[in-house]
């Protein structure tokens, strides 16, 4: 990576050593490579064109073979106190592990200027020495500067003895009281002679893994006939509350089978092996004794709500703030009445990034929403989230989102109340809204609440207004209506982007109503 950036600053006649090489991803089965450059947010505003990002690309092209596509993005960086910290710890967590219960966190100091940003980390003498034989402060400024493009100091202050006996209590409470058990009874076996084990969660269960128990409620239930030798088989869905799993039962008859008499809406608990499989892109559960049993779903309800009252982070959490529009606005839309559609509701317009893109058992990690009053974007709402699970590395090539960003990100127990309430009395927006809004509500029903909103989704609009464009995705409608989407696949700026994008069809359209 270092290589590459001194070859680029090379070609480049050191133009832009302003920007720092956030990741640098290289997909050698695709020939494909992935450039993430970090620009301070004021040069992004002020001083950074079309023509700059044109010269980046001739350059890092040159660097490449012919072959390879090359695929460039640009973060913007804000230096933010509470998100250093972050970053800081984060770090020090996957670098450094040993240093964690050494330094006091809560008395690092952080401060930020428009170009700098100046980090003092009090720690024992022994450690401010071992800190600075092993240059610790110089690969953690440099660390930073990658983050946000800022020239970043640190120093390791020896400050003495440090009392760590709270921090090692904060850093190793025990965080989770559910043991993940599902209460069942009076089982009657229809496969096998008997289950053996206690039903966990499904949500635990997210790899291939042999000799599961699990319960639920049967959903989406189908009995077929394989066509290679006619025999009966069974395709259902296991729902306990805490997520879904798509099973499958085989019978050796070609008459009848088993589970004839099943049902959706029946409670079964299940022996079996989780497979990958590899036709529906996800896993199932190979069925090797199912029961007929009573569960208790309010026992897993009361143990998850008191689980969320456990699991409360020491996180900063997420208000709303003031839009301000850095792009100059088009002639064509000064003085422009907004339709009336616009004029008489308030719009959330929002994006979420994700672990992947099962409702049912991937998790949310990021939320960017914005506000439209009277057709004009006058609010911001972002956060990250904390999953609770470790983000898969194909998630991470598409959104840039890494466990070190989201370490110390409240949980979406914390954030979802917030987020509710910035939507009340709102319609809510998407670009395919069915999947951000599913896992918003998969969500709220984990925490006994709703999401009942009049959606509009801007694919379907677009869909339905320019059917000549043939392409609906985000990126190319906003090429399309001339909208900035530079960090495309990161909630905020792709929420900022679909409120501009629903504003220009909401208008063409003249929408009445949604």
């Not at 002020?46 to 350059?59: G, H, L, M, S």
């Not at 509701?345 to 009053?373: C, H, P, Y």
Request: charged fraction near 30%.
């Amino acid at each position: 990576m270092q290589k590459f950036f001194e070859q680029f600053h090379a070609l480049t006649e050191r133009k832009y050593e302003y920007l720092r090489l956030q990741s640098l991803t290289l997909d050698p089965d695709r020939n494909v490579l992935d450039v993430v450059f970090a620009v301070p947010y004021e040069v992004y505003k002020d001083a950074f064109d079309d023509r700059d990002k044109e010269a980046i690309e001739r350059a890092c092209k040159a660097l490449l073979p012919s072959q390879f596509e090359l695929r460039i993005s640009y973060s913007r960086c804000v230096a933010d106190e509470q998100i250093v910290r972050g970053y800081l710890h984060g770090y020090l967590l996957r670098e450094y592990k040993a240093l964690i219960g050494q330094v006091d966190e809560a008395r690092v100091e952080v401060k930020t200027e428009p170009n700098k940003i100046t980090v003092s980390v009090p720690a024992t003498d022994y450690i401010a020495e071992y800190c600075r034989s092993a240059q610790v402060d110089r690969k953690i400024a440099e660390y930073l500067e990658s983050r946000y493009a800022i020239d970043t100091v640190v120093h390791i202050v020896a400050d003495g003895k440090i009392d760590t006996s709270a921090i090692i209590e904060r850093e190793y409470e025990v965080l989770y009281v559910d043991t993940g058990t599902i209460k069942t009874s009076f089982h009657r076996c229809l496969i096998g002679k008997k289950i053996d084990g206690v039903a966990k969660y499904i949500d635990k269960y997210r790899e291939p893994k042999e000799g599961l128990c699990v319960c639920g409620t049967v959903c989406d239930f189908q009995r077929l006939i394989a066509k290679k030798n006619n025999r009966v088989y069974y395709t259902f869905a296991l729902d306990d509350t805490t997520g879904k799993m798509a099973c499958a039962a085989f019978s050796r008859s070609t008459k009848k089978g088993a589970l004839d008499g099943l049902k959706n809406g029946d409670t079964v608990i299940v022996n079996g092996n989780l497979v990958e499989d590899t036709f529906r892109k996800g896993n199932k559960l190979i069925v090797n004794a199912l029961a007929l049993c009573n569960i208790d779903l309010n026992d897993v309800a009361q143990r998850r709500a008191q689980a969320v009252k456990q699991t409360r982070k020491r996180a900063k959490l997420p208000k709303p703030i003031p839009y301000v529009d850095t792009e100059p606005k088009s002639l064509l839309d000064i003085g422009k009445q907004p339709c009336a559609y616009l004029q008489n509701n308030s719009i959330v317009v929002f994006d979420l990034e994700t672990t992947g893109i099962n409702q049912a058992t991937d998790r949310i990690i990021e939320i960017g929403a914005v506000k439209i009053v009277n057709g004009e974007i006058v609010s911001i709402y972002e956060t990250m989230v904390d999953p609770k699970m470790p983000i898969p590395p194909q998630a991470s090539q598409v959104n840039h989102i890494y466990d070190e960003q989201v370490k110390d990100a409240p949980y979406i127990e914390d954030v979802l109340d917030g987020f509710l309430e910035y939507c009340d009395g709102c319609d809510v927006a998407a670009h395919n809204a069915p999947f951000d809004v599913g896992f918003i509500r998969n969500a709220c029903t984990a925490q006994g609440k709703t999401f009942e909103h009049t959606v509009v989704d801007t694919l379907k609009l677009a869909q339905k207004l320019r059917p000549d464009l043939g392409r609906f995705n985000l990126g190319y409608l906003c090429r399309t209506y001339g909208i900035d989407l530079s960090n495309a696949h990161r909630a905020y700026y792709d929420a900022e982007a679909t409120a501009k994008l629903l504003i220009r069809l909401a208008n063409e359209s003249d929408m009445q109503r949604a």
